[in-house]
T-cell receptor
Framework: QQQVKQSPQSLIVQKGGISIINCAYENTAFDYFPWYQQFPGKGPALLIA???DVSEKKEGRFTISFNKSAKQFSLHIMDSQPGDSATYFC???????????WGAGTKLIIKP | DAGVIQSPRHEVTEMGQEVTLRCKPISGHNSLFWYRQTMMRGLELLIY????????DSGMPEDRFSAKMPNASFSTLKIQPSEPRDSAVYFC?????????????FGPGTRLTVT
């Protein structure tokens, strides 16, 4: 019940296309859903995050869509660029436990 | 701020040796996390501290691993004795827990190779 399931494991998208990564969770007590971006040789860094009181959050080309009833959330990268090539992790947390529960990661490659 | 600082950045050691990884969290942060990342197992939380106190060490693989946080600005992760299967990238992350923020700031990692 503590798991966060992330798919796909890897994704190749053409430059200018839309990249979509999905995550699903079981624990309805989760109330914070971040996405982290990791470049090779670096630690993960927070990209964008959402709370369940909204269904969508947009920051530039990055959008989180949140479906509370389905217990799913996804990251959309519009106009994908080669510089977006990285590994993306979704995660979830709840107030009573600040620990992040991490998805397995998606390796995204944007082809020029 | 310099961000989270980890040392060494790379460590190569022989099986059976003791390894100590070091972390300096961001000043003012009150929580610190140690992670291990491998291709096979992804990102695993080993232990986390809040206000220098270990809160959850259920991710520590076995007794060969130990972690300490003697003060708010320093933590160590020790492996004794080290084994080849401990080869991984070890990340330290820090965070300020309070006010509903959960963002974790990661260091650059220590790449450990045990031969």
């Amino acid at each position: 019940q503590q798991q966060v399931k992330q798919s796909p494991q890897s994704l190749i998208v053409q430059k200018g296309g839309i990249s979509i990564i999905n995550c699903a969770y079981e624990n309805t007590a989760f109330d914070y859903f971040p996405w982290y971006q990791q470049f090779p040789g670096k630690g993960p860094a927070l990209l964008i995050a959402i709370r369940p009181d909204v269904s969508e959050k947009k920051e530039g080309r990055f959008t989180i869509s949140f479906n509370k009833s389905a217990k799913q959330f996804s990251l959309h990268i519009m106009d994908s660029q080669p510089g977006d090539s990285a590994t993306y992790f979704c995660a979830a947390s709840m107030d009573s436990n600040y620990q992040l529960i991490w998805g397995a990661g998606t390796k995204l490659i944007i082809k020029p | 701020d310099a961000g989270v600082i980890q040392s060494p950045r790379h460590e190569v050691t022989e099986m059976g040796q003791e390894v100590t990884l070091r972390c300096k969290p961001i000043s003012g942060h009150n929580s610190l996390f140690w992670y291990r990342q491998t291709m096979m197992r992804g990102l695993e939380l080993l232990i986390y501290f809040n206000n220098n106190v270990p809160i959850d060490d259920s991710g520590m693989p076995e007794d060969r691993f130990s972690a300490k946080m003697p003060n708010a600005s320093f933590s160590t992760l020790k492996i004794q004795p080290s084994e080849p299967r401990d080869s991984a990238v070890y990340f330290c992350a820090s965070s300020f827990m309070g006010g509903g923020t959960y963002e974790q700031y990661f260091g650059p990692g220590t790449r450990l190779t045990v031969t």
